[in-house]
């Protein structure tokens, strides 16, 4: 079986609404061995719908639709599915039941622009919606299946997980589809690509290898398609355990895996604890460790010394020191690591300096210059970083950077 997933929305087209649903929706189908041929994202216009709609029948067995299915006159979806499967509105009284409830709980009373939401095409099967007012669809035809659901998030998913992907799955599985994704950092994309090519060259045909960078980090994804799952499984751990042998040094995690995520792992296991001094990263670093449920237990603070006042007067860096070196140098970055950590009782920390731009550079230290060390008891690190001149990729860099390192000294420790 495979899906057509369409998004119905103009806030979709324009920008003003990140269409995460078809993504979320397209992970889970692509876990239940579905694999997602299209994804079309249309304005809420009928013709538009309709033409969808009988593209979607072509092409897939599955349909899968979101959007345009509330009470205000722009939601058109119930009636145009109405059209496509040739269905009348009828009322539904447990669909009322259910709109009834909703707004008692809330201590209001149902409109009749809610009650007329209770008004269902007679060929479909209802799924019911506990979260809100709209009821979804389920509609079968010719062999293949159609299912209308809300376009808000926690709506859909919810009839997704509950209803949808359980029904589905009583079905008999046609194939698996096995993903592993590989984490890797410090190493571009076409470099990467020259160190494992005789690896890559050498996949089993069941198992495809996708690249995929973004700042700073480059994920490899291995997926394997069949009717074996403990088979593909196999087939693709042995490959993995391949290419740990081959680039050791650049892999920190697996799927989905974060960098704050796995250096908190490591801090948890062994009981310790870290801080940040940041400069350019304005708190950045922090800001990803905290976002970790749980990071209370072992982060102590940040410094965020933007300033050369706040690096000398917090952090006790002496003046000549950024007279002689800067605040961009290796002996900075240092001193606010080290004076961090020992400022804020921890077994780590991160200081980070550098010219995030667009202006500020020289012709010694150009924008994106960057420097990062990490401290311990027993060691600091230090290293020198030239991220380009675009000022948000700077500071996602450093901060990978700085988490990379942070992982690697908890590792050597």
Not at 255 to 284: F, I, P
Not at 307 to 334: D, F, M, R, Y
Request: charged share 25%; net charge negative; with cysteine.
């Amino acid at each position: 079986m495979d899906a057509f997933i369409i998004s119905i929305g103009e806030e979709l087209l324009i920008g003003q609404t990140v269409n995460t649903n078809a993504a979320w929706m397209a992970s889970q189908l692509n876990k239940a061995g579905i694999e997602v041929k299209e994804i079309r994202v249309i304005t809420d216009r009928r013709e538009e719908i309709l033409d969808t709609l009988k593209a979607a029948a072509d092409r897939s067995d599955l349909v899968l639709i979101t959007g345009g299915l509330g009470p205000t006159r722009d939601d058109v979806t119930r009636d145009v599915l109405c059209t496509f499967f040739d269905s009348e509105l009828v009322m539904n009284r447990q669909v009322l039941d259910d709109i009834t409830y909703f707004f008692k709980q809330r201590g209001r009373t149902i409109t009749e622009t809610n009650r007329n939401q209770a008004m269902v095409p007679d060929k479909a099967r209802i799924i019911r919606n506990p979260y809100g007012t709209a009821p979804g669809f389920w509609f079968n035809q010719a062999g293949k299946i159609f299912i209308a659901m809300p376009g808000v998030p926690y709506e859909m998913k919810e009839m997704v997980s509950k209803h949808v992907l359980p029904a589905l799955l009583k079905k008999e599985r046609e194939q698996y589809i096995i993903h592993r994704t590989v984490l890797t950092h410090g190493i571009g994309e076409s470099y990467l690509v020259d160190l494992i090519g005789d690896w890559e060259n050498n996949l089993p045909e069941e198992v495809q290898l996708a690249y995929l960078p973004s700042v700073g980090i480059v994920k490899l994804r291995l997926t394997a398609k069949g009717k074996d799952e403990e088979k593909l499984r196999e087939i693709i751990e042995k490959e993995v355990e391949a290419l740990k042998r081959i680039i050791p040094e650049y892999i920190w995690g697996f799927d989905d895996d974060t960098l704050e995520g796995v250096a908190g792992s490591l801090l948890r296991e062994r009981k310790e604890t870290v801080c940040t001094a940041e400069s350019c990263t304005g708190g950045a670093i922090a800001g990803r460790i905290t976002s970790v449920a749980g990071s209370s237990a072992y982060f102590k603070g940040s410094i965020v010394a933007y300033a050369n006042q706040v690096k000398t007067n917090l952090l006790g860096i002496k003046p000549e020191v950024l007279q002689s070196h800067g605040a961009v140098s290796q002996e900075t970055a240092e001193h606010m690591a080290q004076s961090a950590r020992k400022l804020l009782h921890s077994d780590y920390a991160a200081g980070v300096t550098g010219i995030a731009g667009p202006d500020g550079g020289t012709e010694e230290k150009p924008v994106g210059t960057t420097w990062i060390a990490v401290s311990s008891h027993n060691k600091t690190m230090s290293r020198k970083y030239h991220f380009g001149d675009n000022r948000e990729r700077n500071i996602i860099r450093a901060s990978n950077a700085a988490l990379a390192m942070l992982r690697e000294l908890i590792l050597e420790s």
